[in-house]
């Protein structure tokens, strides 16, 4: 008999989200397994089912209960990236980067981190010619 996770992450490489969503959320209550990746897991389907702050939700549970495994502070960085809070999701995916001891891993979270930091630096940019902007009608 399969597993509520073995059936979540089959429905989740058919694309099926939701029912993936279903299948780790039973997973969790039954607290079957791994629980911190089965957040990990709820987290990255909630992302691919544009539920963005479930992700962020999900992937802040998976945190708390496993601080040292990188996959948490990439799946919440990754959340974090998608609502716009580039100055938080540079954060976590650096921590991400910090604690992956595969190299390969590693340099998959350093893609998305530069990503990130360069839409973080334009923010800023845009915040400091709005800022600008102010002051000239304020003089």
């Not at 502070?73 to 976590?92: H, P």
Request: glycine share 6%.
């Amino acid at each position: 008999m399969a597993t509520l996770k073995a059936v979540g992450n089959a429905e989740f490489q058919r694309g099926n989200f939701d029912k993936a969503i279903h299948f780790f959320k039973c997973a969790i209550a039954n607290e079957e397994g791994d629980v911190p990746a089965l957040y990990g897991n709820l987290s990255v389907a909630m992302l691919r089912a544009k539920n963005v702050d479930g992700a962020r939700q999900a992937a802040e549970v998976c945190i708390t209960m496993k601080q040292d495994w990188s996959k948490g502070w990439f799946r919440r960085g990754e959340a974090l990236f998608e609502l716009g809070q580039y100055d938080n999701a540079v954060a976590d995916l650096r921590k991400a980067c910090e604690i992956e001891v595969d190299v390969n891993v590693r340099q998959a979270y350093a893609l998305r981190l530069a990503e990130a930091e360069q839409l973080r630096v334009k923010d800023l940019q845009r915040d400091g010619v709005e800022q600008h902007r102010q002051f000239m009608r304020i003089a």
